[in-house]
């Protein structure tokens, strides 16, 4: 394990190693950050959002948190998103969970873990709306994994939901909200087909009613 005054070396390393390859980088990167993508991902540190999909440094806008959860009621996840949609105006937002996730393993147990249990409620109620699924499922393993894929969907469609995205569509901004997984075995990107693009994929009840100028 190294120790932390080694983060640093490795950091002076990094970016001499960049300087040299691209001796305009840094200067470039500083002046302003125009990424078409913004990823909502899991807080787990073997998922690092840029480099598994070969983008470099300010080309994807990253939110991240235990079990890529979107919660109308978490205003960091939903200000990152407003942010990206009406600031950077990104063209795609990505809800890339992973398989074996631990916040959805711990959410379907029932031990107590603390304060985030009260995060991973969200994951529970998923877990027991899609109950059925599961009984097929022999393995706990299965039975995670089959969870992350369904807990990815769900926030595809929260994401959807939201008055940022729904104004975006208004607007007729081009925006594209999908869902994906990631597998830490092999480093592959799974891709959901839960694309949205546009409000007319977004079922009635969640609908902002269309502006009149």
């Not at 890339?96 to 009260?118: F, K, R, S």
């Not at 699924?133 to 894929?149: E, H, N, P, W």
């Not at 769900?154 to 901004?173: L, P, Y």
């Not at 594209?176 to 949205?196: A, E, M, R």
Request: charged content about 20%.
């Amino acid at each position: 394990m190294p120790d932390i005054s080694d983060l640093l070396k490795n950091n002076e390393k990094w970016a001499e190693g960049v300087r040299k390859d691209n001796p305009e980088f840094f200067e470039t990167l500083a002046l302003q950050q125009t990424p078409d993508y913004l990823w909502i991902g899991c807080s787990d540190s073997r998922v690092p959002a840029n480099q598994i999909v070969g983008l470099e440094p300010g080309e994807i806008f990253v939110h991240r948190n235990v079990a890529n959860l979107v919660v109308h009621t978490d205003f960091n996840c939903l200000s990152v998103l407003q942010y990206a949609v009406e600031v950077l105006k990104v063209k795609h937002v990505i809800v890339c969970g992973h398989y074996g996730c631990g916040g959805v393993a711990a959410a379907m147990q029932n031990a107590e873990h603390g304060l985030i249990d009260n995060w991973l409620r969200n994951i529970k109620d998923l877990f027991e709306t899609h109950e059925m699924l599961f009984r097929g499922i022999k393995s706990d393993t299965g039975k995670v994994d089959a969870l992350c894929m369904v807990n990815v969907i769900a926030q595809v469609s929260n994401v959807s939901h939201t008055t940022i995205v729904q104004n975006a569509w208004d607007r007729g901004q081009e925006l594209s909200v999908h869902g994906w997984i990631y597998g830490i075995k092999d480093g592959l990107i799974n891709d959901l087909d839960t694309t949205l693009t546009g409000a007319n994929q977004v079922p009635a009840i969640y609908r902002m009613a269309e502006k009149v100028s």
